[in-house]
T-cell receptor, first 112, second 111 residues
Framework: DSGVTQTPKHLITATGQRVTLRCSPRSGDLSVYWYQQSLDQGLQFLIQYYNGEERAKGNILERFSAQQFPDLHSELNLSSLELGDSALYFC???????????FGPGTRLTVL | GEDVEQSLFLSVREGDSSVINCTYTDSSSTYLYWYKQEPGAGLQLLTYIFSNMDMKQDQRLTVLLNKKDKHLSLRIADTQTGDSAIYFCAEGGGGADGLTFGKGTHLIIQP
């Protein structure tokens, strides 16, 4: 158990809908990262937050957004969902953003 | 852009050593990582090596880094059935950035 929690574990929704994935980092970690894992693209970095501020952006679509709250938990919002958005979404945390990253168990999103 | 390459499958006999290889392209990589993913689970950090090191040993795991050739390997001694998983190599610049992952190597253990 890495200490990073993600909810929900599974999410099934329809095309065009919007969903919110939630992540709580390890106690004391200030930085949160979001990744998408799909069969064709592998593991792709989406976005990083550090102490409430966006720090780095990866291959995140404009339909996706994220935020980190004062209690350091983070949410990833996915809107106008398409079939191709079906994937495992992982959250990771690290103490300062310059250290090794610890991953949560993931949220499996299925878009029908 | 940055790229990390790994072979997709490795099959070894139980009790033998497994060597999983990885190559990367970003010469500014500061840290290189090995993660393990078991079916239906998240990624477990196994070990990492700083780019100014050549080798790191941690119990049954040995990481070798050849910075000149941008080649990283993970050796698992005395491979057991519990080692069956997907192993991901990842590189990070050490700055404010996400990690770049390889596609993962499926380690298959033969009895």
């Amino acid at each position: 158990d890495s200490g990073v929690t993600q909810t929900p574990k599974h999410l099934i929704t329809a095309t065009g809908q919007r969903v919110t994935l939630r992540c709580s980092p390890r106690s004391g970690d200030l930085s949160v990262y979001w990744y998408q894992q799909s069969l064709d693209q592998g593991l792709q970095f989406l976005i990083q937050y550090y102490n409430g501020e966006e720090r780095a952006k990866g291959n995140i679509l404009e339909r996706f957004s994220a935020q980190q709250f004062p209690d350091l938990h983070s949410e990833l919002n996915l809107s106008s969902l398409e079939l191709g958005d079906s994937a495992l979404y992982f959250c990771a945390s690290s103490p300062s953003g310059y250290n090794e990253q610890f991953f949560g168990p993931g949220t499996r999103l299925t878009v029908l | 852009g940055e790229d990390v390459e790994q072979s997709l499958f490795l099959s070894v006999r139980e009790g033998d050593s497994s060597v999983i290889n990885c190559t990367y392209t970003d010469s500014s990589s500061t840290y290189l990582y090995w993660y393990k993913q078991e079916p239906g689970a998240g990624l477990q950090l196994l070990t990492y090596i700083f780019s100014n090191m050549d080798m790191k040993q941690d119990q049954r795991l040995t990481v070798l880094l050849n910075k000149k050739d941008k080649h990283l390997s993970l050796r698992i001694a005395d491979t057991q059935t519990g080692d069956s998983a997907i192993y991901f190599c990842a590189e990070g610049g050490g700055g404010a950035d996400g990690l770049t992952f390889g596609k993962g190597t499926h380690l298959i253990i033969q009895p």
